[in-house]
T-cell receptor, first 113, second 116 residues
Framework: SAVISQKPSRDICQRGTSLTIQCQVD?????MFWYRQQPGQSLTLIAT?????????ESGFVIDKFPISRPNLTFSTLTVSNMSPEDSSIYLC??????????FGQGTRLTVV | GQQLNQSPQSMFIQEGEDVSMNCTSS?????WLWYKQDPGEGPVLLIA?????ELTSNGRLTAQFGITRKDSFLNISASIPSDVGIYFC????????????????FGQGTILTVHP
């Protein structure tokens, strides 16, 4: 498996502000993935983060709203910018490992008020 | 894009009962993954299936990769209270060539409640 640590585990933020979520993996990985899970919903992929290149965003997600950094092979950040209550979700990072299996961090539960 | 349909959406069962849930797709999948998510946690991988017809067990859990490659089933035998949670099926996104296992399409989930 993989040990994936996310910070913060939860936060309550004011609308219009930004929050940066950190994801640390226990060993080097080529790609890291960021997902969003809206309340009572399934997981939706936001973007794929490769070290040394810009992140690749899925349809419906843009870099201005969700800027991503990938400074090395064990770390990535996702920023939720100019937040509104609709951004209240669980944000999860994920890596691919071990015989083509995807593993997830514990998630960051964001509430925007 | 790809869509995965899970059923049932929710289940309420008594401890000791067996559970069965399934996942269907309109397109072919080369891999099926089953995850469980506890409240306040990220999804945890339960079983991975790689070949049509494959039947794989993990303790009291058994999953099967459908012959048509368009469905998969997860069974839990002799349920216990800690089986409570949301169960998701998932598969690699075909737009990624169906080979990037980090880029997944998820079903809507099955919420399992077990009464002691």
């Amino acid at each position: 498996s993989a040990v994936i640590s996310q910070k913060p585990s939860r936060d309550i933020c004011q609308r219009g502000t930004s929050l940066t979520i950190q994801c640390q993996v226990d060993s080097q990985v080529t790609m890291m993935f960021w997902y969003r899970q809206q309340p009572g919903q399934s997981l939706t992929l936001i973007a794929t983060a490769n070290q040394g290149s810009e992140a690749t965003y899925e349809s419906g997600f843009v870099i201005d709203k969700f800027p991503i950094s990938r400074p090395n092979l064990t770390f990535s950040t996702l920023t939720v910018s100019n937040m509104s209550p609709e951004d209240s979700s669980i944000y999860l990072c994920s890596v691919e490992r071990q015989g083509f299996r995807a593993f997830f961090g514990q998630g960051t539960r964001l509430t925007v008020v | 894009g790809q869509q995965l349909n899970q059923s049932p959406q929710s289940m309420f069962i008594q401890e000791g009962e067996d559970v069965s849930m399934n996942c269907t797709s309109s397109s072919i999948f080369n891999t099926w993954l089953w995850y469980k998510q506890d409240p306040g946690e990220g999804p945890v991988l339960l079983i991975a299936l790689y070949k049509a017809g494959e039947l794989t067990s993990n303790g009291r859990l058994t999953a099967q990769f459908g012959i048509t490659r368009k469905d998969s089933f997860l069974n839990i035998s002799a349920s216990i209270p800690s089986d409570v949670g949301i169960y998701f099926c998932a598969g690699p996104d075909a737009n990624a060539g169906g080979t990037s296992y980090g880029k997944l399409t998820f079903g809507q989930g099955t919420i399992l409640t077990v009464h002691p």
